[in-house]
Each structure stands twice: as C-alpha cells, then as structure tokens.
C-alpha cells in the first residue's frame, strides 16, 4: 500500500484532510507537532481524530517555538476577538516550514510517496506559509534535499483543501465520515476543548457550517 505523513493539528481542515488521504487509499501516519501553542487541547483532538479514522500511526512531535514567540499562539499575548487587516498576530512565524520539515523527515524514513497537510488559501486568515506558490516551492526544495528523491523516489506535498471554501470542507468532511465534533479548531479553547467562539479560527469555522447548511456541533464555552 502507497504511504503517507498527514499533518494533523486536530482541527477540523487537517482531519477532513486525512480523511481524503485515506479515501485515495494511502496508509496515512499522522503527525502532530506540538509547538508550545496555547491550545493544546487540541492535541487531544488529534489523537480522537486518529482513533475516529483510523491512521496507520500517529506521532506527536515537540518543537519549541513559545522560547521564540512572535505570536498569540506561542506567547503572552492577547489572541484577537475581532477582524484585522493584514497579517494576524495569530500567525506564528515558519510554523508551516517546520512542521513540512519534520513531515519530510519522517515521510523519508517510512518510504512514503507525499506528505498531506490541510493548509487552505480560501477561507484562511492570511498567513504566508498557505498559499499555493508557498507549497509548489516547498516540494521543489524536498526534493532537492533528500536522498529519496535523488535516488528517483520522490515526493508529493498535498493539499487538498487549499481551493476549497470553509463550506465545502464541511460537506467533504460529513460525507466521508468526519465527527466535526471531536475537532477543536479554537484559538483559546480550554483545557477541555471547549471554543471560544470569538476568534478568528472559531468566526471561520462558524461560517462554514452555516454555509453549508450542516448543524454545527462544535462544543463551546457558556457565554
């Protein structure tokens, strides 16, 4: 069987992103960094989403980005409730590009044929490290760099959600079985993954449901 490195966050993006790499028949091991990210409950998230469609393996992998910060997400800072022009302090500078590394040198020693990562460049927030010319750029230099590809095994990144609209993620994820509930997508979801339902991350996924015309089953906090 074809193999491949799924980044999954346990957000909602990356476990329908999953569920497509499986729907293409690819055994899929399925890596989770863990940066230091205020959310951490969504790292639980992932380990459901492993278990809900069952991946091959799943490895979680420690970077620590919060000794540099930069960002929201990996530093005292406040996370924004409102929209903002420009790129959002939620960014955290060459997460992307780490986690795409780490992938790559897992991707190598399986022997896998693509590493699948649910970036999207539609309903997103902004960040450089989504974008179409980001992912065509990234592949070119993995396959400048490993030994792999040198020797003629080379290797794909996959996105395939980057196109799609929050909405159509929604309906690709509940026709291929994705319980969006087990997903925390939250910028400041509590220890139990409970959403805040005011950030960037929450407004977006949000939107999705009701555009799709799906209940959304996201568990959220008392207001």
Not at 36 to 47: D, F, T
Not at 117 to 130: E, I, K, M, Q, T
């Amino acid at each position: 069987m074809k193999r491949a490195v799924v980044l999954l966050s346990g957000g909602m993006d990356s476990a329908v992103t999953l569920a497509m790499a499986q729907a293409e028949g690819f055994e899929c091991h399925a890596l989770s960094v863990n940066y230091g990210q205020r959310h951490e409950s969504e790292l639980q998230a992932a380990k459901r989403v492993c278990t809900m469609l069952g991946a091959a393996q799943h490895k979680e992998v420690p970077v620590d980005l919060r000794s540099f910060g930069g960002s929201a997400l990996t530093a005292d800072i406040a996370v924004p409730e409102s929209a903002s022009s420009g790129i959002p302090i939620t960014y955290v500078p060459a997460r992307n590009t780490i986690m795409l590394s780490v992938a790559l040198s897992w991707a190598e020693v399986l022997g896998a044929e693509a590493v699948f990562c649910g970036v999207n460049a539609v309903d997103y927030s902004g960040y450089p490290d989504c974008r179409p010319e980001y992912i065509r750029a990234f592949e070119v230099m993995a396959n400048l760099a490993t030994q792999a590809a040198i020797e003629g095994r080379r290797l794909q990144i996959r996105t395939p959600i980057i196109a799609m609209t929050k909405a159509d993620i929604v309906r690709e994820g509940i026709r291929l079985g994705v319980d969006f509930a087990q997903t925390v997508s939250c910028y400041q979801a509590d220890a139990d993954g409970r959403a805040c339902g005011r950030c960037d991350a929450c407004r977006l996924r949000a939107e999705g449901f009701r555009a799709a015309g799906v209940p959304d089953n996201t568990r959220y906090l008392a207001r």
